[in-house]
Every structure is written in structure tokens, then in C-alpha cells.
């Protein structure tokens, strides 16, 4: 059966051999496909449009008679067909998408707390690298990086010179940048 022409394998297919069809779609189902491809440019719609078409070839296997003994073209119409639907379903979509106003839309909130729970392990891994550093360093770290006060007022309040705060925010900030790289 193997040897069989298309149209020989066509009218046993439309008499309910399905051997016969199954050997049509090893025959043709990489051509249908190359030409679904060509069409969509989308593996995965190639793989819906050539399913599609065979399953059209299968429900009208009685309705059609075949042209110079060859199923290829008419299951490239088909696939063509199918490609074109596909195509102009998914444009109306998208213009039905892009009328949507946009002050309308909620944003995932998932992006969101997938964000806050990396913050907050950052947050922490900061404050963890602050909390190891030796005392003069991580003073001036935690009142001028994290607090937001002047080098001169930390010195101040630390009683030390201004020079001896900048001094010791440098080394810090050598610190927890290798350390911090470290752990990432």
C-alpha cells in the first residue's frame, strides 16, 4: 500500500481506511509543515496549522477529489488557508488589545512581589555585610550611607576628623562590594 499513489490512498482513505491515511500524512506531513513554517514563521503554529489541515484533510477525505494524483496541493491550500485565518484572528486581537486604554489595565502584581521579595533579600544581605564589618566602619556606614548624615556631622558625633569618616566609608565600601559580590 505503500507504493500507492496519493489519489489510490485518497478514495481508500474516503472509503475509511485510516492505514491509508496515516501512510498520507507520513508522505506529506514535513512538507506541510516546511510550508506552515514558510507561512507563519512560528514553529508552533506551523505544528497547529499542519495538525489543523490534516485533520481537515481526514473530515472532508470524501468531499475531495484530488488533481494529477498528488495530495500536496490541497493540503497546502488547506495549510494556506488555515495560515491566513490564523493570521487575521490574531491581527483582530491585537487591535482589540490596543484599544484597551491603558490607564485601565492592572499590572501583574506577581512582577511585584516577585521584585519585593528580591529586594528584601538584598536588603538583608546589605545589612548582614554592614553588621560584619569592624565597628569604626560600620558607624560611618550606617550614619552616612544608611542614615543619610553629612561626613562632617558623623565625625561630630563620632569625635573623630572628617577626613577619618571619609576615610573609613571608603574601606567600607570596598568591603561590601567584595563581599556582596561574593554572595552573588
Known amino acids: 500500500m505503500a507504493a500507492d499513489s496519493d489519489a489510490v490512498l485518497w478514495r481508500k482513505a474516503a472509503d475509511g481506511d485510516r492505514s491509508a491515511f496515516g501512510l498520507l500524512f507520513e508522505r506529506h506531513v514535513q512538507a506541510v509543515w516546511n510550508h506552515a513554517y514558510r507561512l507563519t514563521g512560528s514553529w508552533a503554529q506551523a505544528e497547529d496549522v499542519t495538525s489543523a489541515a490534516f485533520m481537515t484533510g481526514w473530515s472532508r477525505r470524501r468531499e475531495v477529489t484530488l488533481v494529477r494524483d498528488s495530495a500536496l496541493p490541497w493540503l497546502y491550500a488547506v495549510a494556506g488557508n488555515l495560515a491566513r485565518t490564523e493570521y ?97
Do not use: I, M, N, Y
Request: positive net charge; glycine residues 2%; charged residues 35%.
Open 88 to 184: 487575521r484572528r490574531s491581527t483582530r486581537f491585537l487591535r482589540a488589545v490596543r484599544k484597551v486604554p491603558v490607564e485601565h489595565t492592572a499590572a501583574d502584581h506577581a512582577d511585584a512581589v516577585v521584585q519585593r521579595v528580591d529586594d528584601d533579600r538584598r536588603t538583608r544581605e546589605v545589612a548582614e555585610a554592614v553588621r560584619s564589618l569592624p565597628k569604626a566602619e560600620r558607624e560611618a556606614v550606617e550614619l552616612c550611607l544608611l542614615g543619610e548624615v553629612s561626613t562632617a556631622d558623623a565625625a561630630a558625633l563620632l569625635g573623630v576628623a572628617e577626613v577619618s569618616v571619609r576615610s573609613r566609608l571608603s574601606r567600607a565600601r570596598a568591603r561590601l562590594r567584595t563581599v556582596l559580590e561574593e554572595r552573588a
